[in-house]
């Protein structure tokens, strides 16, 4: 996920948990058991406030133009949400990779088996797997290497990148590959002293 698109989620949600906690607060402090431990200085809601009392809801009931004005804010509000959650599922795992040609379509699956492949014949690389996340024209591959006790991590990543990541950028020209690698080393299981 791209940096500016998770800070627009994390945005949206700490502007909405902070709304949803405000208004939990305003409706709290009108209960007696929270409003009676509140510290005097900070406001409160009256425990016999009347929130629409039958004056306002007439007046309101004499305008037309509200319920259509609520309507379509609700449902703008509802396509913004499925639009939003459309593109958080869109980013998920790359299916097929468009290629040149018209109709021809390399399969994303055989592109991160060959990737995961060439990882794997790395010096000091026990397993080797590789996701392929994004959209046709931006790439990312998620690498997930298990190196063997004796590996180094620094001479990994730099024959990683020479070999297999480059040669994945020169596969996907003209289209962007960021790589995010994760290094992790093999566990061995402790012996039992009989």
Known sequence: MSRLRSG???????????????????????????RDRLPSALPRVG????????????????????????IAALAVGTVLFLCWTAAQIRTGRLRELPLGQAGVTLSAGALASAMAERARAVDGVARAHVRLLGRPRRLRARITLVL????SPEAVLRELARGTIAEARAAAAPRTLEADVRLTTRRHRARRVH
């Open 47 to 70: 425990a016999d406030r009347v929130w629409l009392d039958q004056e306002v809801l007439g007046r309101w009931r004499d305008h037309d133009w509200w319920p259509p004005v609520v």
């Open 148 to 151: 063997e006790t004796d590996g």
């Open 8 to 34: 627009t989620n994390r945005s949206t949600l700490l502007c909405a948990a902070a709304v949803l906690l405000f208004a939990g607060a305003v409706l709290a402090s009108a209960a007696a058991p929270v």
